[in-house]
């Protein structure tokens, strides 16, 4: 599974971005996925899970720092999952990263990662 994110960019506080991840590889269908972001001077260890989804998209996953805030969605047909994310602030600089998971929609164990996209919120 290959998986390839874009929409970052820059944008003002309280602004909106709308992250895409395309994945290549018909059993992407079969994984969970979501998205992971790497704040500036974190380690990669350090990546906060910020949504997941399963593969159905029956279930969703969030960190408490973006509930209400960023929606995560999928869609099937085109083997692509979308994090729509509202009211940015600017502690949600990171780079965002596209994660797919097979063991389920909190991403505990992601099997593939996508390359990074930059998210910038200024003040």
């Known amino acids: 599974v290959q998986l390839v994110e874009s929409g970052g960019g820059l944008v003002q506080a309280g602004g909106s971005l709308r992250l895409t991840c395309a994945a290549a590889?018909?059993?992407?269908?079969?994984?969970?996925a979501g998205w992971f972001r790497q704040a500036p001077g974190k380690a990669r260890e350090e990546r906060e899970r910020?949504?997941?989804?399963?593969?159905?998209?029956?279930?969703?996953y969030y960190a408490d720092s973006v509930k209400g805030r960023f929606t995560i969605s999928r869609d099937s047909a085109k083997n692509t999952v979308y994090l729509q994310m509202n009211s940015l602030k600017p502690e949600d600089t990171a780079v965002y990263y596209c994660?797919?998971?097979?063991?389920?929609?909190?991403?505990?164990?992601?099997?593939?990662w996508g390359q990074g996209t930059q998210v910038t919120v200024s003040s």
């Open positions: 994660a797919a998971d097979f063991d389920g929609y909190r991403l505990m164990t992601p099997d593939y």
């Open positions: 590889g018909r059993i992407f269908s079969m994984y969970a």
């Open positions: 910020v949504a997941g989804i399963s593969s159905s998209g029956g279930r969703t």
